[in-house]
Nanobody, 115 residues
Framework: QVQVVESGGGLVQPGGSLRLSCAAS????????NGWYRQAPGKQRELVAG???????NYADSVKGRFTISGDNAKNTMYLQMNSLKPEDTAVYYC?????????WGQGTQVTVSS
């Protein structure tokens, strides 16, 4: 059974930074799009950032220039560096990764941006 564990969430003041990590117990298949999503209370889950083989990335317009997605193949880990955080970034963040022929969701990590 593949385990996908997220970490790095927490409470941060506006303008602050956090780095989320998503560690898989198996090899992440980077040829497919792997990504970070978020879900705020009362809203649908939305794609924040995606990454695939070759380093191609895409971002939601709301986070462009502030968030950076990256991956470490040797560590089977995907990251989301979040800078210049805003209160509207408050949400539960989920990673979604492909390991072998299957895809997996992390358990979610809460990010709260508040003064």
């Amino acid at each position: 059974q593949v385990q996908v564990v997220e970490s790095g969430g927490g409470l941060v003041q506006p303008g602050g930074s956090l780095r989320l990590s998503c560690a898989a117990s198996g090899s992440i298949f980077w040829l497919y799009v792997n990504g970070w999503y978020r879900q705020a209370p009362g809203k649908q889950r939305e794609l924040v950032a995606g990454i695939r083989g070759g380093g191609a990335t895409n971002y939601a317009d709301s986070v462009k220039g502030r968030f950076t997605i990256s991956g470490d193949n040797a560590k089977n880990t995907m990251y989301l560096q979040m800078n210049s955080l805003k209160p509207e970034d408050t949400a539960v963040y989920y990673c979604h990764v492909h390991v072998g022929p299957y895809n997996y969701w992390g358990q979610g990590t809460q990010v709260t941006v508040s003064s």
